[in-house]
Every structure is written in C-alpha cells, then in structure tokens.
C-alpha cells in the first residue's frame, strides 16, 4: 500500500491565493453571465425605458446596500483576522448593527428614490428592491472571508444568481413588468442568506451570536469611516444613472445603464482580487511590513497590467458588443461603454491604496477620497450629460475614479508601506502606443480587441518583473 507521503498531490501547482482567486472569480464569473444572460432578456421584452427604469432601481438598491452594510464587515474581518474578538460578539455586533441601520435606513432610500426620480420609476418596484435590504444583516460574506473559507463565500453570489434567474423567468415580466424582478430580487436574496446562515452555523460552530446594542454601536463607530466611503464609492459609481435618468429621462437612462452594467460587473473582480488578499494584507501590515511592501510592489504592476488591457479591450469593441449583449435597439450604448471601460485602470489598481488605507485604520481617509470621487461623479453628470448625453456621465465617472486614486494614494503617505507608481510606467506606456495606433489604424473591432490581447499579453510575459510579481502573488498565502 502506498503511504501518505508517497500519494502524489492533487492540488494545483499554484498558490493559495490564486487558488482562492480562481474559486472567488468562478463563482462571479457564473453569476455574471447569468446575469448577463437575464438582463439581455429583460433588454428584449421590456421597453428600453422600462428597461432604464429596472437598471436605475438596481443600482439604487446597490447603494442602499451598502449604506446598511455600513462597512461593518471588514472593520470584522480585522477584528478577526488580528485576533481583537471572538467569533459569537463579532457576528452578533454585525447582524445588530445592520439591522439597526436598515430600520433607518430602508425607508428614507425608499422615499428619497421615489421622489428623486418621479414618475420614470415605478413605484412597487422601487419599494420591492428597498425591502430586500433586510436581508444584509444576515449576508455573511465576511465571516468566510476572514476564515479564509473562499469556496463557501464564492457560492453565495452564484446560488442568488441562479434563483434570481429562474424566479424571473418563473414570474414573466411580460405578465406582472418590471415587478417581476423586484420579486424575484427578494426571493433570490432570500434564498442566499439562508444558505450564508446555515453554512455559518455548519462550518464554522456559529451559533448563538451575542446580540446587543453595546457592541452593535462600538462596531458601527469603527466601521462608520468606512461605510461612508462604501456609500459615496457606489453612489459616484451608480448614481450617475438616476442623474441621467432625471435629466434625460429612462430611455437614456436605459442606454447609459445597459454600458454600465457590463462595466460594473467588470469590477466585481477588483473587488474579488481585494477580497480575498484583504485579510492578508491587514496581518502583514501587523506582523511583517517588509513583506507587506513585497506584496503591494507585485499587485500594482500585476493590476495595472490587468486594468489597462482590459481598458484597452473596451474601448475597442465597445459598438459590436453592446448590440451583441442587448440587441440593436441598444447600439447607441456603444461609444458610452468604450468611454466607460476606462475607470477600470483606475479601479484596479486605485484598490491597493484603498484597501491598505482599511487595513492601516485609516478610513476616515478612503471616506474622503470617495467623497471626492462622488462629488467628481454628480457634479460632472450633471455639466456633461447635459453636453453629451451617456458619453458624458461615462466620462464623469472615469474621472471621479481618477479622484479617488490620487486623494487614496497621497493618504497611503507615512504607512510602513504603501502601493509604487514606478509599476504602472510600462503597461501604460504600451496602452498609449497600442492606441494611438489602432487608432490611425482603425481595424474591425473585434481584429482590434484580439490584437490588443495578443500584444499587451505578449508584453506582460516579456516583462520579467511582471512574471515575479505574478509567482510572488500566487504563493502570498503559503507562508
């Protein structure tokens, strides 16, 4: 019989955190093409204004969730991670102060949406997707992320995804509109909490959290910083779409949110990449810096790399691809999405500032860089949609991302260590070149997306620095 020591192994030869990443991004990715998927169907048997309507009230819902959340979960996930709480009063701190703030909360968005907006959004759909916001108390994403338990978070986002689907099929917009996808927001929702709690209670022994107001209030007051610039990150990010949709109304606002969605689920994977090198970036800013630098060093050249490819990528097949995801009667969205592809280079590799500003204490600062970002964001819609409709407000949040990178990273000043810039110098410098030629060039779109992977690509293998950081990033949480 052969013994343990001689079983070959039957993991893959990567690190843990690229293994974790990978597990994270395939459960996003499923839940994004599923959503893909349904959207592009809503796009097809609903009005484009009706369609604009359920874009506005999404991203609305959105922000609202992450005004309840409250940044209440990574203040826990330190808590954890650096060992300052123990499981029950963490997980009771954070369904308490959740709960609390929803009862505040849900019906002031509710209201403020409904008038904001007026008659271009429907009311019973606006409400159904306020109510949902009750289940954010018990989404505990959190708590696996701060265990390290990635698969079990992964397929949170996924089960929600596939219930939403089939609950809106199962509805039929075209018998109860746009009500159907609040239903089914709540039904989906429903379902995934339900399985956070029982995996929770399964895998983790979390039974009987220690509710209260005491610790509910010393979390919040922690986490307050924090949620703040959640809050303003996701209204410079979605509220832009209520901007179009009052000043131009929701056919536009229809066009604008069908560029925007595919942009928004993009980001997802920054958030993903964050998620899951979070916890490891808050102990080593605890225990060992010099590594900590090592690992911001490798994650900035590895997003920049990343953001700008993508970036690239977006701006050339912008036209083809919003006709191809949401059909014809959407093609005006192209040139938005090209314009909007942009703050993904801003998106990416601003998270390392941001992230470390969350892990150093210093949330009161990333609260004020997304302050920027979202005054950048409201105030630039409103003089540029007026001028150029869509592309405009796209051009409006890319710069507001740009706000947001400069305001984190000045802030990043004083750490034991803090995110380069010199990374970013050659991918950007490749992205210029590549541009300008294919723009004098001016290739079919899909010949000019394949040729910005190939070429990027093959610049990315050549960089010998951008291999290490790749390999340094893969075995960051094998120490």
């Known amino acids: 019989m052969t013994s343990n020591a001689?079983?070959?192994?039957?993991?893959?030869?990567?690190?843990r955190l690229v293994r974790d990443y990978i597990v994270l991004s395939g459960g996003q990715f499923i839940s994004k093409i599923l959503g893909f998927a349904i959207f592009a169907y809503l796009a097809r048997v609903l009005t484009v204004a009706e369609y604009g309507a359920v874009e506005t009230v999404v991203g609305m819902s959105l922000i609202g969730y992450k005004v309840v959340?409250?940044?209440?979960?990574?203040?826990?996930?330190?808590?954890?991670?650096?060992?300052?709480?123990?499981?029950?009063?963490?997980l009771g701190a954070v369904i308490s102060a959740r709960f609390l703030i929803a009862l505040i909360v849900v019906p002031v968005l509710g209201f403020a949406y409904s008038t904001a907006a007026g008659a271009d959004l429907p009311t019973q759909l606006v409400w159904l997707f306020a109510l949902s916001l009750f289940a954010a108390p018990f989404a505990h994403e959190w708590l696996f992320q701060a265990h390290e338990?990635?698969?079990?978070?992964?397929?949170?986002?996924?089960?929600?995804?596939?219930?939403?689907?089939?609950?809106?099929?199962?509805?039929?917009?075209?018998?109860?509109?746009?009500?159907?996808?609040?239903?089914?927001?709540?039904?989906?929702?429903?379902?995934?909490?339900?399985?956070y709690s029982v995996a929770a209670r399964v895998t983790l022994g979390a039974r009987n959290p220690n509710y209260g107001l005491k610790p509910a209030i010393r979390l919040a007051s922690q986490s307050t910083p924090?949620?703040?610039?959640?809050?303003?990150?996701?209204?410079?990010?979605?509220?832009?779409?209520?901007?179009?949709?009052?000043?131009?109304?929701?056919?536009?606002?229809?066009l604008f949110g069908a560029a925007h969605r595919v942009v928004a689920s993009a980001t997802t994977f920054s958030f993903v990449y964050y998620f899951n090198i979070y916890p490891l970036l808050s102990r080593l800013l605890a225990s060992d810096p010099a590594r900590l630098q090592d690992l911001l060093n490798a994650s900035v050249r590895v997003t920049g790399w990343a953001g700008v490819t993508l970036a690239l990528g977006m701006w050339a097949v912008g036209d083809p691809a919003m006709r191809i995801i949401f059909g014809n009667d959407f093609a005006a969205a192209g040139p938005i999405f090209s314009v909007l592809g942009w703050m993904m280079v801003f998106e990416l590799v601003s998270g390392n500032a941001r992230w470390l500003l969350v892990a150093a204490?210093?949330?009161?600062?990333?609260?004020?860089?997304?302050?920027?970002?979202?005054?950048?964001?409201?105030?630039?819609?409103?003089?540029?949609?007026?001028?150029?409709?869509?592309?405009?407000?796209?051009?409006?949040?890319?710069?507001?991302?740009a706000?947001?990178?400069?305001?984190?990273?000045?802030?990043?000043?004083?750490?034991?260590?803090?995110?380069?810039?010199?990374?970013?110098?050659?991918p950007v410098t490749a992205a210029v070149i590549l541009y300008?030629?294919?723009?004098?060039?001016?290739?079919?779109?899909?010949?000019?997306?394949?040729l910005i992977t190939v070429v990027m690509g093959a610049l990315a293998l050549i960089d010998r620095n951008f291999v290490a950081a790749v390999k340094m990033l893969s075995h960051a949480k094998n120490a």
């Open 6 to 15: 001689e079983t070959p192994s039957r993991k893959l030869p990567i690190g």
């Open 403 to 426: 706000g947001i990178w400069i305001y984190a990273q000045i802030r990043t000043r004083g750490l034991p260590a803090r995110p380069p810039l010199g990374p970013l110098a050659a």
């Open 361 to 401: 204490h210093r949330q009161t600062s990333l609260a004020v860089a997304q302050a920027i970002g979202a005054t950048l964001a409201i105030v630039l819609t409103y003089v540029m949609a007026g001028q150029w409709g869509g592309v405009g407000a796209a051009l409006a949040v890319v710069l507001a991302n």
């Open 149 to 195: 338990k990635m698969a079990i978070a992964a397929f949170g986002p996924m089960l929600r995804m596939v219930v939403f689907v089939g609950a809106v099929l199962a509805l039929s917009p075209a018998r109860l509109g746009v009500a159907a996808v609040g239903y089914a927001e709540i039904i989906g929702i429903g379902v995934a909490v339900i399985y």
């Open 226 to 254: 924090l949620g703040v610039s959640a809050f303003l990150n996701s209204f410079g990010l979605y509220g832009p779409v209520l901007i179009v949709t009052a000043i131009a109304g929701a056919e536009q606002a229809g």
């Open 69 to 90: 959340e409250m940044g209440t979960g990574s203040i826990a996930v330190r808590w954890i991670t650096q060992n300052t709480s123990n499981l029950r009063d963490t």
């Open 436 to 450: 300008a030629a294919i723009s004098v060039w001016g290739p079919n779109p899909f010949v000019a997306g394949v």
